[in-house]
Structures are given as structure tokens and as C-alpha cells.
């Protein structure tokens, strides 16, 4: 669990960041331990347009859709990422059983400029920058995390000028803040990750396991 002053250190950190320092510390915590009762949202609701487009991965007509909210300094959506997503997508994605997408709702401003950076890769990098800047976590959500960014980031494809330009992007920034504050007052989004499956709501990594019994009697339905 990620306390409030371990945001406030990234936070701190992120002031090197130009327009992302400003974003501020959120009220808002990750990784509660113990599962609420489901709550449903209609699915209709959940897959409008927000402030930005969706990067769907999977069929357009999976019978089941998975929406992810997510901090990229979350060390719990992290953990999901690496060691459950893949077994999710050979299971499910890769099937055609399950449509997953992504959303963003950073913790602090160290990841909105995650977030933000996975935006301006394009639609064709976004999910492998993502991977690739969860599986590396621990290396850039660091103290001092442009060095550790900007080495990631040159693997996609950025230069030193488009990353400066990606991360001080203040009509990107307030993309991502919209989108942070459209998950928490439209979805409840109140911890990271949180899963909607077919609107069910979801709060807290979840195993295999656990995502098997979730969709199993929605692909019988």
C-alpha cells in the first residue's frame, strides 16, 4: 500500500517534469486489502468517450470487456501487469473471449508523465510502453526518475526534444486528470487497480483465479 507520504515523495520528484508537477496529490490510496461486495455500472456509461479515446486490445465482439483502471507508479497494477495480465491475455484476449482497455488514473504527477509518454508513443506502442514501464517499475519510480524515463523511452522511439515536449503537453496533462476525475465521480474509482468486467466492479489486483470465476458464467450467458 502506498502511503501519503511515498505520494508526496513522487510527487516531489515529478517537479522536474515541467507542466506534471502541478499535478498534485490525490486523495486516494491503493492496493485495499479484502473484497467489497460487486457493484455494477452500465456498460454503456463505462465505454463512452471520455476525454480520451480508449486503445481497446482484443475483439471488437468479445462477450466480455475488462476496463483497468491504473496507476503506473502502483506497485500492485504493476505486480497484476507482469505476473497475471499475460495468463489473461493467452487465456481470454488472445481468444477473442475478452476485450481489455486500459485507463488512466494516476496517483501522482511521476505517473501521469508514465501515462503521458504511453499516449504519445501512438496506438501501436502504447500497451508495450506500458508493459515495458511496469515491468521496469522499480527502475524509473524513483527520487530522481528522468534519467531511468528517458532511457525507457528512447527504446520506443522518442528523442530528447519529443520526450520534453510529450511530458510538458499541459492539453495532454489535463486529458489525463479528466480522465482520472471522470473514473472517481461516474465509476466510484476510489484505489488502484480497479477491474470492470461487463460493468462489475472489481477493486484490488486480482489473480487468475480470481478473474476465471468473474468470467466464466459471462461467457455461458
Same mark, same amino acid.
Given at each position: 500500500?502506498? #502511503?501519503?507520504?511515498?505520494?508526496?515523495?513522487? !510527487?516531489?520528484?515529478?517537479? *522536474?517534469?515541467? &507542466? =506534471?508537477?502541478? @499535478?498534485?496529490?490525490?486523495?486516494?490510496?491503493?492496493?485495499?486489502?479484502?473484497?467489497?461486495?460487486?457493484?455494477?455500472?452500465?456498460?454503456?456509461?463505462?465505454?463512452?468517450?471520455?476525454?480520451?479515446?480508449?486503445?481497446?486490445?482484443?475483439?471488437?465482439?468479445?462477450?466480455? #470487456?475488462?476496463?483497468?483502471?491504473?496507476?503506473? !507508479?502502483?506497485?500492485?497494477? *504493476?505486480?497484476? &501487469? =507482469?505476473?497475471? @495480465?499475460?495468463?489473461?491475455?493467452?487465456?481470454?484476449?488472445?481468444?477473442?473471449?475478452?476485450?481489455?482497455?486500459?485507463?488512466?488514473?494516476?496517483?501522482?504527477?511521476?505517473?501521469?508523465?508514465?501515462?503521458?509518454?504511453?499516449?504519445?508513443?501512438?496506438?501501436?506502442?502504447?500497451?508495450?510502453?506500458?508493459?515495458?514501464?511496469?515491468?521496469?517499475?522499480?527502475?524509473?519510480?524513483?527520487?530522481?526518475?528522468?534519467?531511468?524515463?528517458?532511457?525507457?523511452?528512447?527504446?520506443?522511439?522518442?528523442?530528447?526534444?519529443?520526450?520534453?515536449?510529450?511530458?510538458?503537453?499541459?492539453?495532454?496533462?489535463?486529458?489525463?486528470?479528466?480522465?482520472?476525475?471522470?473514473?472517481?465521480?461516474?465509476?466510484?474509482?476510489?484505489?488502484?487497480?480497479?477491474?470492470?468486467?461487463?460493468?462489475?466492479?472489481?477493486?484490488?489486483?486480482?489473480?487468475?483465479?480470481?478473474?476465471?470465476?468473474?468470467?466464466?458464467?459471462?461467457?455461458?450467458?
Amino acid at each position: 500500500m502506498i #502511503t501519503r507520504r511515498q505520494l508526496v515523495t513522487s !510527487t516531489s520528484a515529478a517537479l *522536474a517534469l515541467g &507542466a =506534471v508537477g502541478s @499535478f498534485g496529490v490525490f486523495e486516494t490510496f491503493n492496493g485495499r486489502g479484502g473484497r467489497a461486495e460487486a457493484q455494477t455500472f452500465s456498460v454503456l456509461e463505462l465505454e463512452a468517450k471520455g476525454a480520451l479515446d480508449d486503445i481497446p486490445m482484443g475483439s471488437p465482439t468479445a462477450p466480455v #470487456t475488462i476496463i483497468e483502471y491504473a496507476s503506473m !507508479t502502483c506497485p500492485h497494477c *504493476a505486480a497484476f &501487469a =507482469v505476473n497475471t @495480465f499475460p495468463k489473461l491475455k493467452e487465456k481470454y484476449i488472445d481468444t477473442g473471449k475478452v476485450r481489455y482497455i486500459m485507463r488512466e488514473y494516476p496517483l501522482d504527477g511521476l505517473a501521469a508523465a508514465a501515462f503521458m509518454l504511453a499516449r504519445c508513443a501512438g496506438k501501436d506502442k502504447y500497451y508495450p510502453l506500458i508493459e515495458t514501464l511496469f515491468a521496469q517499475q522499480q527502475k524509473w519510480a524513483v527520487r530522481e526518475p528522468l534519467p531511468p524515463l528517458r532511457a525507457i523511452a528512447a527504446q520506443a522511439g522518442f528523442t530528447e526534444k519529443s520526450f520534453d515536449a510529450c511530458i510538458n503537453d499541459k492539453d495532454l496533462l489535463s486529458k489525463v486528470q479528466q480522465m482520472r476525475d471522470r473514473g472517481t465521480k461516474m465509476f466510484k474509482v476510489e484505489a488502484t487497480p480497479t477491474f470492470y468486467i461487463n460493468g462489475e466492479k472489481h477493486s484490488g489486483a486480482m489473480s487468475i483465479e480470481e478473474l476465471d470465476k468473474v468470467i466464466a458464467p459471462m461467457l455461458k450467458s
